[in-house]
């Protein structure tokens, strides 16, 4: 079942209707790097929205955007060190409400929206926005969101679609309190990884719109960057899976190598018993550990499935 779905949300809608978040116990964090064409109205629509507790950090922008931020009567801040995880920390910094809510300020999301997150916020230590229409968003950029899901949800034995999404909200307390060491765009997975083991993370559906100004993010090196930090999450996190996969893939390259041997020139119909032996035991020994970690993966995503929905009741329950 996808986190997109509620877990039995039709015998808690009741429940959640009772655990409505006042917009005063909400601070709403807009990071900000050269952005002037689209930062007025970002700010506007949230301010119509009825947030009026709004952080713009910016990342040392070269145009207008502070400037142009000042005429909505938000408070602005500078960023400490750099990319979006500089500006994620240093707000961390500052805020001093229970909830606090992310958004890009490229006006690609929908304040109208960040309701649907506070709804689930109360249980969660983590609502993600999770990107339904996707047709704003590059094809190379899909591509590579559905690998990074992929990947994370084999480690953390998730269902997320949308892992990268730039949306979400956060109880402030756990999220001043995580060990955040990402200094860009890979910051998004290592706060995911740290909820998700605290099974304590859930998807909610939402728009995306048509970006206003130029992409921040490098479709190729942030990709990268992206699955490289999940693969070490997922080695500190879940290091069975993380090494049976590698195991996997240091033993089946030299299986299939000596399995083909016989076909590559000069070896050209070479035959050898033992060639067949030490290849077939490095295929089997690579699928045995292919398969242990699938395995893992597999119990991990149950034990987690159980244990949210058990929190998910037991929560629920408590506002009778």
């Not at 942030?222 to 996997?248: M, Q, T, W």
């Not at 190598?257 to 290849?279: C, D, E, K, M, R």
């Amino acid at each position: 079942m996808s986190t997109v779905e509620n877990i039995n949300e039709d015998e808690f809608s009741l429940q959640y209707q009772f655990s409505q978040i006042d917009r005063s116990e909400v601070t709403v964090i807009v990071p900000t790097l050269n952005e002037e064409k689209s930062i007025g109205l970002v700010i506007q629509n949230l301010q119509l929205e009825g947030f009026s507790k709004i952080l713009v950090v910016d990342g040392n922008s070269v145009d207008n955007t502070v400037e142009y931020a000042k005429n909505y009567n938000v408070e602005i801040i500078q960023q400490k060190g750099k990319g979006k995880a500089g500006a994620i920390k240093t707000a961390l910094e500052v805020v001093k409400t229970p909830y606090i809510v992310l958004i890009d300020g490229d006006s690609t999301y929908n304040p109208s929206e960040i309701d649907r997150l506070l709804e689930k916020a109360p249980i969660y230590n983590q609502v993600i926005g999770a990107r339904q229409d996707k047709v704003n968003i590059k094809r190379i950029n899909r591509f590579g969101n559905n690998v990074i899901n992929g990947i994370f949800n084999v480690f953390f034995g998730t269902d997320l679609n949308d892992v990268c999404s730039g949306m979400y909200c956060l109880k402030t307390k756990f999220a001043k309190n995580l060990p955040l060491y990402s200094d860009g765009f890979d910051i998004e997975v290592e706060i995911a990884a740290h909820c998700s083991c605290s099974n304590s993370i859930k998807e909610v559906p939402i728009s995306y719109n048509k970006r206003i100004g130029i992409q921040k993010l490098n479709s190729f090196r942030d990709g990268f960057k992206i699955i490289f930090e999940i693969l070490d999450l997922g080695r500190k996190f879940n290091p069975i899976v993380f090494y049976s996969f590698l195991l996997a893939i240091i033993v089946g390259i030299p299986g299939l190598a000596l399995l083909a041997l016989p076909s590559i020139p000069p070896f050209n119909g070479y035959q050898s018993t033992l060639l067949g032996v030490f290849s077939s035991l490095f295929i089997t020994t690579s699928i045995q550990f292919l398969i242990l970690a699938i395995i893992v993966s597999q119990i991990k995503h149950l034990i987690r499935y159980y244990n949210m929905s058990q929190i998910e009741k037991k929560r629920a329950n408590s506002y009778y």
